[in-house]
């Protein structure tokens, strides 16, 4: 495991005193803290504990030709270890581990954009990182027709038999619909209720079924939501694919669609679709952050290869009170092959700051360093 950085313990001393002081967990929800490991917060408060929940988001995993070129290695053996193996103690760590997955399992031939189709290799590869939670509703889960989302979903079915990986977002009938729509688990005595929804797609079907959750249909999330609450969900996470692609801020849609959906419930929101980092607020005590930007691409153009990982913690109290801690946002960049080294890396940001002579390209180095700086100015995440 890598080493602890500074900044994190004087960021968990810090909220040590904060919480000592008598501050509420649920007023502290405001303070951002992008830390990594649970280790270096143990030993700062004991609140960080065997019984704490833990779970992660990453943002856009896509599958662009290039990426599918680099993995190829012969026949129908495809590589990809090299994107997250920086940070996939962080993934194995969590209870709960989520990745978006913006392309389609729709079979050979494997294509990049527009119309995504990615070897199963990646799903397997993703599952053997240690994610638990593939989010299937986005604009490019029909990109291959009927036939390409149905093969999808039988690949996710696959995976949840062989391995346990759930998936949400889309079904095929409506029994499918009812078990993950929202997608309710439950871990160390806490239910979780995953709601996830997508503004459109990219390709129409013709039909009822397949569906995938849309944001337009205001009656269904409802329905979604008012089902959580009779499951006694104890948080309730929306999962938009939603605004703006490539502005650092926030819409005037997203944010009237976010108070929608704390008017209604919602403990957290999490967004993705716009392949950058937007900015963070709260809305009425609740998180929201609107993108998370791209958890792994080919993408280059400005901000796109930044990203956030996204960690929330929750805890059952001495009074059996379950509360959220304040949630975690941490900086990512994704390094292209001939930047950190021959392939597509994931990279911790402030964990590499400072280490260029690592980098095949120090160009790469500087681009994130600078990336980083702006992206951080603009949004206010720090």
């Known amino acids: 495991m890598s080493k602890t950085r500074p900044h994190i313990l004087k960021l ?3 909220a040590f005193l904060f919480l000592s002081a008598g501050m509420s967990m649920s007023k502290a929800q405001d303070i951002i803290m992008p830390e990594r490991w649970k280790t270096a917060l143990t030993e700062v408060h004991p609140i960080f504990r065997q019984d704490t929940l833990t779970i992660r988001f990453l943002g856009d995993v896509m599958m662009h030709s290039a990426q599918i070129a680099d993995a190829h290695r012969s026949g ?3 590589d990809f270890s090299s994107y997250f193996r920086l940070i996939e103690d962080d993934i194995r760590d969590a209870d709960i581990a989520v990745a978006n997955m913006e392309f389609t399992l729709a079979g050979e031939p494997y294509t990049g954009y527009p119309c995504f189709s990615a070897p199963d290799t990646l799903a397997y590869h993703l599952a053997d990182c240690g994610f638990d939670i593939f989010l299937a509703a986005n604009n490019h889960i029909f990109d ?5 989302v149905l093969r999808t979903i039988r690949t996710y079915r696959k ?3 062989e391995r346990g990986i759930r998936f949400t977002g889309v079904a095929d009938d409506t029994q499918e619909l009812q078990s993950n729509n929202p997608l309710i688990l439950r871990r160390k005595g806490i239910s979780i209720a995953l709601l996830n929804f997508t503004y459109g797609t990219n390709m129409g079907l013709g039909g009822i079924w397949p569906k995938t959750n849309r944001m337009g ?3 269904s999330i409802q329905d979604a939501l008012s089902k959580a609450e009779e499951n006694d969900a104890d948080f309730i996470i929306a999962l938009p694919h939603w605004g703006t692609e490539y502005q650092l801020s926030h819409s005037s849609e997203q944010e009237e669609y976010a108070r929608w959906l704390v008017e209604n419930g919602v403990d ?3 967004g993705a679709h716009p392949h950058v980092v937007q900015d963070f607020d709260m809305i009425d005590n609740v998180p929201v952050v609107y993108s998370l930007g791209n958890a792994i691409s080919n993408m280059s153009a400005a901000n796109t290869q930044l990203e956030l990982m996204a960690t929330i913690r929750i805890i059952r109290k001495q009074n059996g009170d379950i509360v959220s801690l304040p949630i975690e946002l941490e900086y990512l960049w994704c390094s ?3 930047g950190y080294n021959n392939s597509y890396t994931v990279i911790p940001v402030t964990g590499f700051i400072g280490r260029s002579e690592e ?3 120090k160009a790469d180095y500087d681009k994130m360093i600078s990336t980083y700086e702006r992206v951080r100015k603009e949004t206010g995440i720090e």
């Open 359 to 361: 980098w095949l390209n």
């Open 144 to 148: 291959k027709g009927t036939k390409g």
């Open 159 to 161: 995976l949840w038999r």
């Open 12 to 14: 968990a001393a810090a």
């Open 268 to 270: 957290f929101i999490i």
């Open 76 to 78: 129908d053996e495809y």
């Open 336 to 338: 292209r092959p001939g």
């Open 217 to 219: 249909d205001r009656k």
